[in-house]
């Protein structure tokens, strides 16, 4: 029975991480397969959140295709740029990573609280999240969109009929991307890779 993670391009679920590097090219993938999850929401306020995950995708697969060899993982990628002037794909990793963080809060909040509806786990994961990198310019728009989420038991049904094998798959799949997100952090936080971008 195909649900939502079984359409997925990738999952991150099938991310490799080796010795706590993760590889770019499948990073991408399920990066891009989560984007479309904010279709599901099926506001078009999600549009600048997908707007500006998929910029930020673009900016990474560039580096990865202008050096496929310096790029294989995303920690090679952020450090091949770090002695330099032009750090554009460790922005765009940056603030994607951000974007996934709010994504994996968002979803964890609204898996942890069953009573709660997508209004309220997504503006408290925003108030955790991305809120603190956003100007006024920029809070009003996010705000707006997570008073446009669905009602949940709508959001639910659009990631599949079946929602004892949606709950199976949604959980392995987040746990992946909590993981993920929290290697990142970790890394740049590291060598404080996200100093001034």
Not at 29 to 47: P, Q, R, Y
Request: glycine content about 6%; charged content about 25%; aromatic content about 10%.
């Amino acid at each position: 029975m195909s649900t939502f993670f079984t359409e997925m391009k990738k999952s991150f679920v099938d991310v490799p991480v080796v010795d706590q590097k993760i590889d770019t090219a499948d990073f991408l993938e399920a990066s891009e397969s989560l984007v479309k999850l904010f279709d599901l929401l099926g506001s078009s306020a999600f549009a600048v959140v997908q707007k500006d995950m998929t910029g930020n995708i673009t900016k990474i697969r560039a580096k990865l295709l202008a050096d496929p060899a310096g790029s294989a993982t995303l920690q090679d990628l952020v450090l091949s740029e770090a002695g330099t002037k032009t750090k554009t794909a460790t922005q765009g990793l940056l603030w994607l990573s951000r974007g996934l963080q709010f994504t994996a809060q968002a979803m964890r909040e609204t898996v942890n609280s069953p009573d709660l509806e997508l209004t309220k786990t997504f503006t408290d994961a925003y108030g955790k999240t991305l809120s603190k990198y956003h100007g006024m310019l920029v809070k009003p728009i996010f705000k707006l969109a997570m008073k446009a989420c669905p009602y949940r038991k709508d959001f639910f049904a659009k990631l599949g009929a079946d929602q004892d094998v949606v709950t199976k798959q949604l959980e392995a799949w987040l746990e992946a991307l909590e993981n993920i997100v929290d290697i990142i952090v970790k890394f740049f936080a590291s060598g404080d890779y996200g100093k001034g971008l």
